[in-house]
């Protein structure tokens, strides 16, 4: 495995500024995530995990600090942050698929809009990568038609399809149905298991065991513990992380 | 769907309503002592042979009623989506100004921008009465057709937005590619309702003497007396008008809409 750090962040801060309230969300997050690391980002609701996760490519932007993906910082222009786009996929929460569209005309979207690539080159990609997530029967279904489980490894397949060095996965299995959220994981583990680079954002711990090397616990803005996943949960060294262990077990 | 007990009452509810609509109507006509005489509309709509044939003044004012309605729709919507975009803006001069210009068209009766668009503006740039109008109609559409797109864009759904933002797609493909599709189809219904009105709101432009389909119908009372017959038959023709419009808004919403199904 290769040791060259893809992403880096250095002293993020991040302020959401309203007229009446401040609202200090990442205060100083440090990290470096190497090249084909599993990183679990983990921390009760409001510690800016998400946060934090999308100002990696930029859908937030960030009140000070730096933040660089394979070298590329997005202040330098416009061009930058769209390669830093270019080398990014990302997951929601909310699939986020496009409704307008059927699942393959989804997936073909990037190889043909950023990539550049013909609408042929672009559908095959796309069958391929459909086939890869299991759902070869269901291209030509629009996302309202497909389970949750299906379309969030349609918006998978989307996010494989322009060949991104990273992939950021934004709580991918929190709005799942609790039968569903295995098919999803599986392919996640898959794609891990190919040496993708990947930012997992989560508050399932069996996932982020069964996916990751490496564990951040984020509370309050703050990188609070951080580790191997396995002696993290096994062994917390912090109270703040035993007791968020322990509440998410019980739940 | 209500359940079986209650789609009863509801079939109920409607019977009862139709009954009592119904009722005042037929016993109102059944008191009114008017000699009903339709036939002194024949030469409005169509021309005797003896006076050359062809359409009647009724159908040239319901023609002149569509063309202006329709050129009105046209620059209106050109000019509302100027605005709308102004509207969508962070920058905030342009989008004051826009704000301005909305509320000016919006909250003033259209009657009065009419009279302004003809006796004052038209006198000093010499406008004819048919400019004026459609002047008047174009602005007055836009500014709902303004408020439409930005109320469209205002609630669409974000993490689409970021979806394709994380896909790496310009601005000009995202809104291309994924907001103008489904936009569309959300403005689609409000955008033939506000359609739908502007044609009525033509009615007005009678007052600066165009010969659209009311004032044609004003100058036939004043010959015939003949007022039950002519705004019946009138407002039949707009009804069948913007019927079809409604209609057409309707097939085109069907269809746009399919793709959102499964």
Redesign the interface.
């Known amino acids: 495995m290769s040791q060259e750090v893809v992403v880096s962040l250095k002293e993020v801060n991040k302020i959401f500024r309203t007229p009446k309230t401040e609202h200090h969300v990442l205060k100083g997050i440090n990290f470096e995530v190497k090249q084909g690391e599993v990183v679990a980002l983990i921390g009760p609701s409001g510690s800016g995990k998400s946060t934090c996760l999308r100002t990696i490519n930029a859908l937030e932007t960030i009140t000070s600090g730096d933040v660089e993906v394979c070298g590329i910082n997005y202040r330098n222009s416009k061009k930058s942050l769209h390669m830093i786009r270019r080398n990014t996929g990302m997951i929601f929460q909310r699939f986020e698929l496009f409704p307008h569209m059927t699942a393959i005309e989804n997936v073909a979207l990037g190889p043909n809009l950023v990539l550049g690539k013909s609408k042929d080159e672009s559908y095959k990609m796309a069958k391929d990568l459909l086939a890869r997530v299991g759902l070869a029967n269901h291209m030509d279904k629009f996302p309202k038609g497909l389970s949750g489980g299906q379309q969030q490894r349609v918006a998978i397949a989307r996010a494989l399809a322009i060949n991104p060095k990273i992939l950021l996965c934004d709580e991918p299995t929190s709005a799942l149905d609790p039968e569903l959220v295995d098919e999803v994981v599986d392919i996640l583990v898959d794609i891990a298991a190919t040496g993708m680079t990947m930012i997992v954002v989560t508050h399932e711990l069996y996932f982020a065991q069964k996916v990751s090397q490496r564990t951040m616990f984020l509370e309050n803005g703050y990188i609070v513990e951080q580790g191997d996943t396995k002696k993290m949960f096994a062994a917390p060294k912090t109270e703040r992380l035993q007791s968020f262990l322990k509440r998410i077990t019980h739940q | 769907m209500p359940d079986k007990k209650l789609s009863i009452y509801y079939s109920f509810l409607s019977f009862f309503v139709i009954g009592i609509i119904a009722f005042i109507i037929v016993r109102s006509f059944y008191h009114l002592d008017y000699q009903w005489d339709f036939s002194v509309l024949g030469p409005y709509i169509w021309l005797p042979s003896s006076d050359g044939g062809g359409p009647g003044l009724f159908l040239q004012g319901l023609w002149i009623t569509i063309k202006m309605s329709f050129e009105g729709i046209l620059f209106g919507s050109i000019l509302g989506i100027i605005f709308g975009i102004l509207l969508t803006t962070n920058e905030k001069v342009s989008k004051t100004a826009a704000l301005i210009y909305v509320d000016i068209f919006r909250n003033t009766p259209v009657l009065v921008q009419l009279y302004v668009a003809y006796f004052i503006v038209g006198t000093a740039f010499n406008l004819s009465g048919s400019v004026a109008g459609v002047l008047t109609m174009s602005l007055f559409c836009s500014a709902y057709v303004a408020e439409i797109f930005r109320g469209t864009l205002a609630n669409f759904?974000k993490?689409?937005i970021?979806?394709?933002?994380?896909?790496?797609?310009?601005p000009l493909?995202i809104a291309r590619?994924?907001i103008a599709?489904?936009a569309l189809?959300n403005m689609l219904p409000p955008l033939v309702g506000q359609f739908v009105s502007l044609i009525k709101d033509s009615s007005l432009l009678s007052v600066v003497a165009i010969p659209e389909l009311t004032k044609e119908a004003q100058n036939a009372v004043t010959v015939t007396f003949r007022s039950f017959e002519t705004w019946f038959f009138i407002a039949l023709l707009y009804f069948v008008v913007n019927t079809l419009v409604s209609s057409f808004g309707r097939y085109l919403e069907k269809r746009l809409s399919v793709?959102?199904?499964?």
């Open positions: 759904e993490g689409q970021d979806a394709a933002k994380a896909l790496g797609l310009s493909q590619k994924v599709p489904q189809r793709s959102l199904k499964q």
